[in-house]
């Protein structure tokens, strides 16, 4: 009776273990946090997803490095690139459906991480001196930031949407939802800081003048 509790046990927190790892992440949650850590989360996504990718396939691959590899620039883009096919490949293998067309993808994301800056663009005029001008460039600077940043974020939504669908198509607890990370939640507070620098420049200034 107590080999069998044991077992019971040893199982429970076995598939606890496997719930809290998990491997589904949620598309809105995605572009939820992408929102409020000014696309930080990116990043992190990309290191949450190629650890789930090791974990499962056992590959020699690196999670941080090819995470902060995004943020070289060219190379960045060809490491998001092997980060998708390395994924299409596993679902081709397994016969799972996908939509990872790899040069649309490409020339969407040259597209958007080139109009999105990560930095708030009015930091620039501590230096360059504050007008009228230069604040209304900043703000449109801003805008076209923004849009860059929503744009990359819906193409990864998309993209993860395809890895849902091969963790669904995988037996067990793989295709389990994976849980918030606490590196998440730093990236949340530090994008709501910015959200909040930027918000105050402007106002600061049109109060001002």
């Not at 490409?106 to 007008?131: F, K």
């Amino acid at each position: 009776m107590a080999a069998r509790q044991s077992d019971d046990s040893v199982t429970g927190m076995a598939a606890i273990a496997a719930w809290t790892y998990g491997y589904h992440l949620s598309t809105p949650r995605i572009f939820a946090l992408s929102v409020v850590s000014f696309g930080l989360y990116l990043f992190y996504w990309a290191y949450r997803t190629w650890d789930q990718y090791r974990e499962h396939t056992g590959a020699n691959v690196y999670p941080v490095w090819h995470a902060l590899a995004m943020l070289v620039p060219i190379y960045g883009w060809f490491r998001f690139y092997a980060h998708c096919k390395a994924y299409r490949d596993l679902m081709e293998e397994r016969g799972v459906p996908h939509n990872l067309r790899m040069a649309p993808i490409l020339v969407v994301l040259i597209i958007a991480t080139a109009a999105w800056s990560p930095v708030p663009t009015q930091w620039l005029n501590r230096y360059l001196g504050e007008s009228a001008i230069a604040v209304m460039i900043d703000l449109i600077l801003d805008v076209v930031s923004l849009v860059g940043m929503l744009v990359a974020t819906a193409m990864v939504c998309r993209i993860q949407a395809n890895f849902n669908r091969y963790w669904a198509s995988v037996d067990g607890e793989l295709a389990n939802r994976a849980r918030v990370g606490r590196g998440a939640m730093v990236l949340a507070a530090l994008g709501l800081i910015l959200w909040f620098t930027i918000a105050g420049y402007y106002v600061q200034y049109y109060l001002s003048n």
